[in-house]
């Protein structure tokens, strides 16, 4: 939206249209914006969900029930200002006209819903919600609509369709097997952030970690040089993604204020279902579905201990852990809670890290041979010939302009060589090729010097 006031105002210079434009900067405000918003309407929403939708603690586990005893008056349903904040700052620096926000926000907002629905039977009868059928099938409803949307915009795209593999050289072409990764990716995630949401402060902060890697991983989606030179499938326009990121990470820092231990609100459905399947749709954009399972590895390791824990009960009538999820076993355990906290904290980000720092170890930082590479043809390529070289930072968007037949996408690596391409020679003849200019400023300068 204030691209769209800036623009049509016409009252600003083309530098500093050109500068609000820019994706960073407009992220970082997101950031900022949902922050301050969260922070601002934190007091009040909680104010006003006091008396009204406070959390009844029901556990299975009477132990739990002991633990959780004082937390009985704090009020649920936090999550609502949190997804409001996040709304707020893309509405007013996001690309209204992108095509990958709206199906994104659909997922947002429709799991908002689920959760909301959730809560409010959770708090309003004796249950401990929705039945997980129905809750289930709402949440694949939602996830299938955003995945059979987001399929229809990748398809167009060269890449768009491909499954990056971690410590692989080569993706995996995917097909209609897309729309099941992708809702399996949205529903796993929404529903294993909503299991790790069991004590003050533990599912914000691992979100904060596993959301500040998925922010760099749509921003290389997006760049033709990082996405290149990590390897990664290109994606254009996912990089406006990185502007909802960076509002999530806002959005998660200002709940986190009210948040820490001793909670003044708790997340709830309403937050936890939303906000873990934006980090799917997120994957599911940048094409990592499978490096979220790392980045998001404290939250995959909560839910398997939950199904492993059904599991290994239905099978040898005992129980494996003291309490699923993992964090009530660390309770039962006599952790302390602010000890679980962290260290999950600190086990989240080494997980984020693990999962970026994975994108460069199966591709190299150096240029291939030239033996195997000189005289290998690229597809549909009028000059037959091209010389593939690993990109450089150095390259700029010049390049693609003089050469029409500048390939992408999977073919992005590529550098038309300049004397085999009739295209490019065609182009430069009538524009000025880089190098006949530079030879001419020189044969100038050297002129002057004379």
């Not at 994606?235 to 406006?240: R, T, V, Y």
């Not at 939303?274 to 094409?287: E, F, T």
């Not at 199904?307 to 309770?331: E, N």
């Not at 550098?415 to 200019?437: L, T």
Request: hydrophobic share 50%; aromatic share 8%; with cysteine.
């Amino acid at each position: 939206m204030l691209l769209w006031i800036l623009h049509n105002l016409a009252i600003f210079s083309t530098d500093a249209l050109t500068a609000c434009g820019k994706i960073t900067p407009r992220a970082a405000l997101a950031a900022g914006v949902s922050f301050l918003a969260a922070v601002l309407l934190g007091p009040r929403w909680i104010a006003w969900l006091n008396g009204r939708f406070r959390e009844p603690i029901k556990s299975d586990s009477p132990d739990i029930a002991r633990l959780h005893r004082g937390k009985q008056s704090t009020p649920t349903m936090g999550g609502l200002f949190v997804v409001a904040a996040m709304l707020v700052a893309v509405l007013l620096f996001g690309d209204l006209n992108n095509i990958y926000l709206w199906p994104t926000l659909f997922a947002v907002v429709g799991l908002t819903l689920v959760g909301i629905v959730d809560d409010t039977v959770k708090i309003r009868s004796e249950k401990k919600g929705i039945s997980a059928r129905w809750k289930l099938a709402a949440q694949l409803a939602v996830a299938a609509v955003s995945a059979v949307w987001l399929y229809h915009l990748q398809a167009s795209v060269h890449d768009g369709l491909l499954l990056h593999v971690p410590l692989a050289g080569t993706p995996i072409s995917l097909g209609w097997w897309f729309v099941p990764l992708a809702v399996l990716a949205i529903v796993g995630s929404s529903n294993a952030v909503n299991l790790a949401d069991g004590l003050d402060g533990l599912a914000g902060g691992c979100l904060l970690a596993a959301a500040a890697a998925m922010t760099g991983l749509v921003y290389a989606a997006g760049h033709a040089e990082w996405a290149a030179y990590l390897g990664v499938p290109r994606i254009p326009q996912a990089g406006e993604m990185t502007v909802l990121a960076g509002a999530m990470i806002g959005g998660v820092l200002g709940f986190l204020w009210f948040n820490c231990h001793p909670a003044q609100v708790f997340l709830g459905n309403t937050g936890s279902l939303p906000l873990g399947g934006l980090l799917g749709v997120l994957a599911v954009i940048a094409r990592q579905e499978l490096l979220l399972v790392v980045i998001a590895g404290v939250f995959v390791v909560e839910a398997l201990s939950v199904i492993v824990q059904v599991g290994y009960f239905k099978w040898r009538r005992r129980r494996l852990l003291r309490c699923a999820p993992l964090h009530h076993h660390f309770q039962l355990l006599g952790w302390a809670e602010n000890k679980i906290v962290v260290r999950f904290w600190i086990a989240a980000a080494l997980c984020a890290l693990l999962g970026t720092a994975s994108l460069k170890l199966g591709t190299s930082d150096g240029p291939p041979k030239v033996a195997e590479t000189i005289g290998k043809e690229a597809p549909n390529h009028p000059a037959g010939k091209c010389v593939f070289q690993e990109p450089r930072m150095a390259r700029t968007a010049a390049n693609q302009r003089d050469c029409p037949s500048f390939p992408r996408s999977a073919w992005e690596r590529t550098v038309c060589n300049a004397p085999r391409c009739p295209i490019r020679r065609g182009a430069s003849e009538k524009a000025g090729s880089h190098a006949e200019r530079g030879n001419q400023e020189r044969t100038a300068a050297n002129q002057r010097d004379y």
